[in-house]
């Protein structure tokens, strides 16, 4: 979209008021999606005349064709509403937060004498869930202290009651051995038990210092009514949970139930890490790493951290403590940017940890290069490159006698297979059996995204074939103007020859040499990946055949079916309700006598 477009169709329908804005391309798919006070004054700044725009922001207008926008009340609606169409729509250009892990709780089970476990589910049962953690081993540790403790129970029995009083139940070894108080015949009172839950989830919550203030009016009670086996239990207890606490990063009692965000930009990747505090102490410890697409700034890092962290791990802490000003739209939240005093130090400690994890990160990528680099220096010199190639794509095609023809792209780097940026293709010019021209087709389309998108080039592009794919791909690079920029090589499955593109005879690779195994590995990769995106597809049109031929089912319902259930195993296993329900009734006994009849005829 050009300036003028933009000025004339677009920039007079815009609301001056608070939401969402959305940048598409001409397929419909979502560019980049932001949040603003004022939509059309932000929308505008895009392309108005003032500072001059990154080389990524032009190629993000380039691209764009449309602009869709949401208005909502205030800037928090804005936020959380660009948050959703984020996660939906994965847009290319928005920030990308790297940590995408399934997190796990502590769960205290809503059921009478709560067991107390770890999980990676939430139901909504009642039960409440303590966490998340980030780190598993953390976690247990605790666990098996609270267990130490307070012996619970670790049975899936129904401890009712009526069921007690009957004697139902009778204890198990974990009684017998001081792992459980035989709450199942009655050895254990609920308020009893009551009361360790209640300490455990106190400790959970990070008020370890209130518990241990409980313990010891126990321990004197005891000692006062001359119960001091029971006197010297709680005692034992203390020390545990005394020990605990010292273990844990005490900064200053004052300070409670505050969010603390340091933050280390190095380039495009910024590192910020997350403290949890609650009475002083460091409950919880997280580390994100964010790509920025557009040259965000600090401030528009800082706001989507904050917010997508807080909503990941719960939390509801009323102060947020960051190193720059940010504009955060709940108002509900405190936002502090100390200069001086505890909150100052617990900030450059936060700060500290995101650099110092960044470094790590960059320490860990120099060993894997470090690692990685004699078969790359080996096969620099077999190929005659002018550089170790740290960066390799590889493209193969697949097919049976050229019908639903796919081609897929993986990628390497330093050596080891970069799987977040595999890509697939279906082919489009193209019919019939013709691995020419689908490779024609697949580079032209690659690599002109590439250089729209000003993304670095590989610098070894591997080809699954002979001279005759080989010259395929050389084609469309020449139409691209990248002739010369890429090296391209062809390897042939039969002798495992390879072809570069400036020696007429095939070079031969010592058989046990490290740079065939290289080319074979990444060579076998790319066929494997292009072979099972080929056979899902096969078998989606196998399936959408055999369903669009049962009267009644057109194109709309197969894809309904195949959305719900998957599989032609699936469906045919489903009852008639299940399939009624993305049908209806009539259609659903049509799709069930078709494909139990198929399912039966087939051997």
Same mark, same amino acid.
């Given at each position: 979209?050009?300036?003028?477009?933009?000025?004339?169709?677009?920039?007079?329908?815009?609301?001056?008021?608070?939401?969402?804005?959305?940048?598409?391309?001409?397929?419909?798919?979502?560019?980049?999606?932001?949040?603003?006070?004022?939509?059309?004054?932000?929308?505008?700044?895009?392309?108005?005349?003032?500072?001059?725009?990154?080389?990524?922001? =032009?190629?993000?207008?380039?691209?764009?064709?449309?602009?869709?926008?949401?208005?909502?009340?205030?800037?928090?609606?804005?936020?959380?509403?660009?948050?959703?169409?984020?996660?939906?729509?994965?847009?290319?250009?928005?920030?990308?937060?790297?940590?995408?892990?399934?997190?796990?709780?502590?769960?205290?089970?809503?059921?009478?004498?709560?067991?107390?476990?770890?999980?990676?589910?939430?139901?909504?049962?009642?039960?409440?869930?303590?966490?998340?953690?980030?780190?598993?081993?953390?976690?247990?540790?605790?666990?098996?202290?609270?267990?130490?403790?307070?012996?619970?129970?670790?049975?899936?029995?129904?401890?009712?009651?009526?069921?007690?009083?009957?004697?139902?139940?009778?204890?198990?070894?974990?009684?017998?051995?001081?792992?459980?108080?035989?709450?199942?015949?009655?050895?254990?009172?609920?308020?009893?038990?009551?009361?360790?839950?209640?300490?455990?989830?106190?400790?959970?919550?990070?008020?370890?210092?209130?518990?241990?203030?409980?313990?010891?009016?126990?321990?004197?009670?005891?000692?006062?009514?001359?119960?001091?086996?029971?006197?010297?239990?709680?005692?034992?207890?203390?020390?545990?949970?005394?020990?605990?606490?010292?273990?844990?990063?005490?900064?200053?009692?004052?300070?409670? &139930?505050?969010?603390?965000?340091?933050?280390?930009?190095?380039?495009?990747?910024?590192?910020?890490?997350?403290?949890? =505090?609650?009475?002083?102490?460091?409950?919880?410890?997280?580390?994100?790493?964010?790509?920025?697409?557009?040259?965000?700034?600090?401030?528009?890092?800082?706001?989507?951290?904050?917010?997508?962290?807080?909503?990941?791990?719960?939390?509801?802490?009323?102060?947020?403590?960051?190193?720059?000003?940010?504009?955060?739209?709940?108002?509900?939240?405190?936002?502090?940017?100390?200069?001086?005093?505890?909150?100052?130090?617990?900030?450059?400690?936060?700060?500290?940890?995101?650099?110092?994890?960044?470094?790590?990160?960059?320490?860990?990528?120099?060993?894997?290069?470090?690692?990685?680099?004699?078969?790359?220096?080996?096969? =620099?010199?077999?190929?005659?490159?002018?550089?170790?190639?740290?960066?390799?794509?590889?493209?193969? &095609?697949?097919?049976?006698?050229?019908?639903?023809?796919?081609?897929?792209?993986?990628?390497?780097?330093?050596?080891?297979?970069?799987?977040?940026?595999?890509?697939?293709?279906?082919?489009?010019?193209?019919?019939?059996?013709?691995?020419?021209?689908?490779?024609?087709?697949?580079?032209?389309?690659?690599?002109?995204?590439?250089?729209?998108?000003?993304?670095?080039?590989?610098?070894?592009?591997?080809?699954?074939?002979?001279?005759?794919?080989?010259?395929?791909?050389?084609?469309?690079?020449?139409?691209?103007?990248?002739?010369?920029?890429?090296?391209?090589?062809?390897?042939?499955?039969?002798?495992?020859?390879?072809?570069?593109?400036?020696?007429?005879?095939?070079? /031969?690779?010592?058989?046990?040499?490290?740079?065939?195994?290289?080319?074979?590995?990444?060579?076998?990769?790319? /066929?494997?990946?292009?072979?099972?995106?080929?056979?899902?597809?096969?078998?989606? =049109?196998?399936?959408?055949?055999?369903?669009?031929?049962?009267?009644?089912?057109?194109?709309?319902?197969?894809?309904?079916?195949?959305?719900?259930?998957?599989?032609?195993?699936?469906?045919?296993?489903?009852?008639?309700?299940?399939?009624?329900?993305?049908?209806?009734?009539?259609?659903?006994?049509?799709?069930?006598?078709?494909?139990?009849?198929?399912?039966?005829?087939?051997?």
């Amino acid at each position: 979209m050009t300036s003028k477009q933009f000025k004339e169709k677009i920039a007079p329908t815009l609301p001056d008021m608070p939401g969402v804005y959305r940048f598409t391309a001409k397929d419909g798919s979502v560019l980049y999606v932001g949040k603003a006070k004022s939509i059309r004054k932000r929308v505008i700044n895009y392309f108005g005349k003032g500072s001059p725009l990154s080389g990524r922001i =032009m190629v993000l207008l380039r691209r764009t064709h449309r602009i869709l926008y949401t208005v909502v009340q205030t800037e928090h609606d804005a936020l959380l509403l660009e948050n959703s169409f984020i996660k939906k729509h994965q847009p290319r250009y928005n920030i990308q937060l790297k940590d995408d892990k399934t997190f796990p709780f502590i769960c205290i089970r809503n059921e009478p004498f709560p067991r107390v476990f770890l999980t990676r589910r939430r139901v909504n049962d009642g039960s409440e869930y303590l966490g998340p953690y980030t780190s598993v081993k953390r976690m247990k540790y605790v666990l098996n202290l609270l267990r130490g403790l307070y012996p619970l129970r670790s049975c899936n029995l129904n401890l009712s009651e009526a069921k007690i009083k009957k004697h139902k139940y009778r204890v198990c070894l974990e009684y017998h051995i001081g792992n459980c108080m035989g709450p199942c015949e009655g050895l254990q009172t609920p308020t009893e038990y009551k009361h360790s839950i209640n300490q455990i989830r106190d400790i959970l919550k990070g008020k370890t210092a209130s518990v241990i203030s409980q313990l010891k009016n126990e321990m004197t009670g005891y000692a006062e009514q001359l119960s001091f086996e029971k006197a010297d239990a709680t005692k034992k207890r203390i020390h545990a949970l005394e020990d605990f606490q010292s273990s844990s990063a005490i900064v200053s009692p004052r300070i409670d &139930n505050v969010d603390v965000f340091g933050v280390y930009r190095k380039g495009q990747v910024t590192f910020v890490n997350y403290f949890r =505090m609650a009475n002083g102490t460091v409950v919880l410890s997280h580390v994100a790493e964010l790509r920025n697409k557009l040259d965000e700034s600090l401030g528009e890092l800082l706001t989507y951290a904050v917010h997508e962290i807080r909503s990941r791990f719960d939390s509801s802490a009323p102060e947020v403590i960051v190193p720059v000003k940010i504009e955060y739209p709940d108002t509900q939240v405190r936002i502090m940017v100390p200069v001086r005093g505890e909150k100052k130090l617990l900030l450059d400690l936060c700060t500290r940890n995101a650099r110092e994890y960044g470094t790590f990160s960059d320490q860990r990528i120099s060993r894997r290069r470090e690692h990685s680099s004699p078969v790359l220096q080996s096969l =620099m010199k077999d190929l005659r490159l002018g550089a170790p190639p740290t960066h390799i794509e590889c493209i193969d &095609n697949s097919n049976i006698q050229g019908t639903t023809p796919v081609s897929a792209l993986v990628v390497f780097r330093d050596g080891r297979p970069s799987k977040e940026e595999y890509r697939h293709y279906n082919i489009q010019t193209v019919s019939g059996p013709n691995d020419f021209a689908s490779m024609e087709e697949v580079v032209l389309r690659r690599y002109r995204h590439a250089a729209d998108e000003d993304r670095p080039l590989p610098q070894l592009l591997l080809i699954d074939g002979g001279k005759g794919q080989l010259h395929a791909a050389l084609k469309s690079l020449a139409l691209l103007g990248l002739e010369g920029k890429i090296t391209v090589a062809g390897i042939a499955k039969r002798l495992e020859e390879i072809y570069l593109a400036d020696d007429p005879l095939p070079l /031969h690779l010592n058989k046990r040499s490290s740079s065939l195994r290289l080319l074979q590995h990444i060579r076998d990769e790319a /066929h494997r990946f292009a072979v099972s995106f080929h056979r899902r597809k096969r078998d989606s =049109m196998t399936l959408k055949s055999e369903l669009t031929s049962i009267p009644g089912i057109g194109d709309g319902s197969a894809r309904e079916l195949l959305k719900a259930f998957g599989s032609v195993k699936k469906i045919i296993e489903a009852s008639e309700d299940d399939l009624a329900r993305v049908v209806g009734r009539s259609r659903a006994q049509k799709v069930r006598q078709r494909l139990q009849d198929v399912g039966t005829d087939t051997p």
